[in-house]
């Protein structure tokens, strides 16, 4: 992922970083400029939990270039607790299989492998599993 | 119209140029004004824009107006609904529509990464989402929330490539068997290898035009466009509210309808998008003609009658251009092998772009 | 309509999406119905297609219609020509149009490479040849066929750096001297780095729509389209049988005044395509200022009035937008430190896309 | 280059084959379905000479990704003995000045050098200043 980019999108990827309308009081995962509930104006930054549970999952086998040594891996949509859907892989998933519903909480890792692009290498949310204890 | 398939031989400009040529030809050597060209993936996989003067000029139509639609899966339905648009503003005369797309120009997985630019790149791209992966996903909650198993994307698949079968411009023409498709691959889980469609080169023009601009000879063939409608939907899969409506599919489909002063009960042909099977089980219940949770279960028989994106192939930005004339000759009686059995009066065509994040319908009658 | 520059700070989606609902509170809170979008490099340079469903959801508008338009420098023109037609054709009521690119997403030399895709890549590209070589190699045949040196582009230039620093839209507001001038460094002889436009970021939008549903308020803020015209010309230089005669743009402009029934000499204003200061010299040739070999004597005054592509800066698919925007509000008053001394009833402004091989041209009034 | 491509436009660049028109007898080049000057259908290859003379050029200095160790080179419009015009860079000038008008050949270069991208290298035309003697 180019440098600029990858700067202006920092906060959303390693905190989850996203906005609360201060109209309706939607959270709003990624930001935007206009609250997609009540149709206002939107920029209160709001910090998500992190917490969740798989909406759904599907495995990728054939992954796209800077992915395939992550491969094969599970890509989710997770709804958080708060509300809004994150698309993520999923990670640490050991034996477990994926199900719909499973319990989920938010991990930093590393996400793509730049290879021979100039940029950064990137890292940001992947969900896993919430320990039992 | 071209057969999809690879083209290794053709460049893209020849390609969109001798489909052009093709459809001219069939109005009886109509002049044009404008050619609206349908394309995805030209940028990236041709290294190309501005497709607008290297086709048109390469067609042999320099002077002409020309420029590129872009809608992922429904480019070239845009292109043809811009065409609608202007005979009707009286702007144009004569307006084609050009699907194309030129995909064998790199190797694989260059043009899979170039599909998966439909997807926000941002927020579902980066985290390794792939266009597959995303129907799967809506696939897998499907089946979860109505509490099927992957079989019932069986029909739809089977039925694609069996009427591709009859189709000499498909890719698929050897059909596939129950047996074949139960020990296929897992594409992206539920959904396998048959049930997504592949990638590949092609081109399919239509000339738009006022009837009374049609020369008598060729009057016999025309066919009317009744209704048409484009309609966009959240591009991610994370921002739709719910996941299973394709809201785009059932909006442009009841605006197309309503423009055309019909209802689907009047259609006797329906051409709808399966890049992937489960896009004709949402699309089926997008549009109304099957209640929530019984997508699947629809009789195939006048869906996809020429095989559609899984059977005939998915040249991306070039399939709703095929669907378009795959219709038309359905409705001229032109249809070959797949001709299905009462000459169709009324139609209704839907492409859908990322994932029904954009749907375009287009009514024809008689 | 949002400042040209770097805006590092804004995606794609989100620049987009603000010069939409900025155009709409302009135009009196109309609800749009469709969202038609001029874009250039969104492919390459954002990794991103299917603008039309990311950018018209991100604007808060879910469901109306939208795709993009791509003709190289004249996409944004191409969208505006697009909604003008659909809202003739009766089946669109509002319809927005918005050019918008994101440059700064890259380094530089992508996105000079992504400029380069106007050009034919197979015989210009592969060759070696780059977008500003091919101004130049114009520009010299030019100097060559009329014994010409290239201080004839010095007017040009000076005269959109100066128009510039009153637009506080624009990208370079210091205007640069005759001294500065003369001292710049070449691009690709005869060019030198003030000759050619620089790519940045930027968006604008305008509402298209029918006078009365227009409110009552905003009405005295209407500017009529009374003309609209598309051309294209070979895309190739070599392809050229005149390469000094910009056919695209005598065609678009001939037309497009034609369909207003008025000719150049009632136009107040005159927005010329200024990527490279030869393409102004070329256009008024062809569009029948100059005859061959004097279109670098124009009078400036009227002509890029708030900077042009050089002087504002080129945010390439969006630039024809900011030209039409521009002249909007010169013909309302509105044009701040750029204003001209009569206000304008008519106006003509034409964008080229890829060194003259698309012009759209539209022809405003009161 | 894609490996595609290049196959498909080796004759091409390789060895300048083009088209006539059976119509017009116009020399075509690139070769395309349809003749420019009549309008009619044209399949017929034509190899041209390579001799021709620089209708118009510039100097590249910024050159893009691929050229930057050619740069600067010099690239022009040349002008067929036949008729059509080429795109092609200059090649072997020594201390010759370019000028329109100047009699070239064709030779066939190292075009491309295709850095990290996959394919092969990229060898065609380009055209070099006519030997006297
Ligand atoms: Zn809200
Ligand atoms: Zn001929």
């Known amino acids: 992922m180019e440098a600029p980019r990858h700067w202006r999108l920092k ?81 640490d998933l050991g034996t477990e299989p994926v199900r719909i519903g499973m319990p989920v909480e938010m991990v930093t890792r590393r996400i793509k492998d730049d290879g021979n692009e100039r940029g950064v290498i990137l890292y940001g949310y992947k969900f896993r599993p919430v320990m039992q204890g | 119209m071209l057969p999809v398939g690879e083209h290794w031989d053709l460049s893209l400009r020849t390609l969109g140029a001798r489909a052009v040529r093709k459809a001219l030809a069939d109005s009886g050597n109509l002049q044009p004004d404008a050619i609206y060209i349908g394309n995805g993936l030209a940028n990236i996989l041709s290294h190309q824009a501005n497709l607008g003067a290297l086709i048109s000029d390469e067609a042999g139509f320099p002077g002409i107006e020309s420029c590129t639609f ?16 202007a005979v009707q ?15 064998t120009e790199c190797d694989g997985s260059t043009a899979q990464a170039a599909q998966d630019l439909i997807l926000n790149y941002e927020f579902e791209g980066t985290n390794g989402l792939t266009v597959s992966a995303g129907a799967a996903i809506i696939a897998q909650r499907y089946l979860s929330e109505y509490h099927l198993d992957r079989s019932v994307f069986q029909n739809i698949a089977l039925q694609s490539y069996q009427h591709a079968q009859g189709n000499p411009y498909a890719m698929y023409r050897n059909g596939i068997t129950e047996a074949i498709y139960q020990k296929q691959p897992m594409k992206n889980h539920p959904l396998g290898l048959f049930d997504v469609s592949s990638l590949a080169d092609g081109a399919a023009a239509l000339v738009v035009t006022r009837e009374e601009l049609i020369p008598e000879e060729s009057r016999d063939d025309m066919i009317r466009v009744l209704g048409s409608a484009n309609a966009i939907a959240p591009l991610s899969l994370h921002d739709r509210h719910q996941l299973l409506q394709y809201r785009a599919a059932s909006q442009s489909a009841a605006s197309a309808l309503r423009k055309a002063g019909l209802s689907l009960s009047n259609m006797d ?73 009462n000459l169709p009066k009324t139609a209704f065509v839907q492409s859908l772009g990322g994932l029904g994040s954009t749907a375009i319908t287009h009514i024809l009658g008689h």
Chains 1, 4 share one sequence.
Not at chain 1, 44 to 52: E, I, L, P, V, Y
Not at chain 2, 89 to 103: H, N
Not at chain 2, 324 to 337: C, D, F, H, I, S
């Open chain 2, 89 to 103: 503003s009286g702007l144009v005369d004569i307006a084609i529509a050009l699907g194309v797309e030129k995909i």
């Open chain 1, 11 to 91: 906060k959303q990827r390693y905190s989850l970083t996203g906005e609360v309308c201060p109209h309706c009081s939607a959270k709003i995962f990624p930001p935007r400029d206009v609250c997609p509930e009540c149709g206002q104006e939107a920029k209160t930054a709001f910090q998500f939990s992190g917490k969740g549970e798989v909406f759904s999952y599907t495995a990728i086998t054939d992954a796209p270039a800077g992915y395939q040594d992550q491969a094969p891996y599970a890509i989710a949509l997770v709804k958080l607790n708060e509300g809004p859907i994150v698309t993520a892989q999923l990670t």
């Open chain 2, 70 to 85: 872009e809608a992922a899966g429904a480019s070239g339905a845009a292109a043809f609904r811009a065409a609608c648009m």
């Open chain 2, 269 to 341: 042909l329906l051409e709808i998008w399966d890049a992937h099977a489960i896009d004709v089980v949402l699309a089926m219940e997008a549009i109304g003609l099957a209640i929530e949770g019984e997508g699947w279960q629809t009789d195939m028989t006048t869906l996809s009658s020429m095989g559609g994106c899984l059977g005939r192939g998915n040249p991306l930005g070039a399939s709703s251009a095929y669907q378009l004339v795959e219709t038309v000759l359905q409705m001229r009686g032109e249809a070959g092998a797949c001709q299905i059995g």
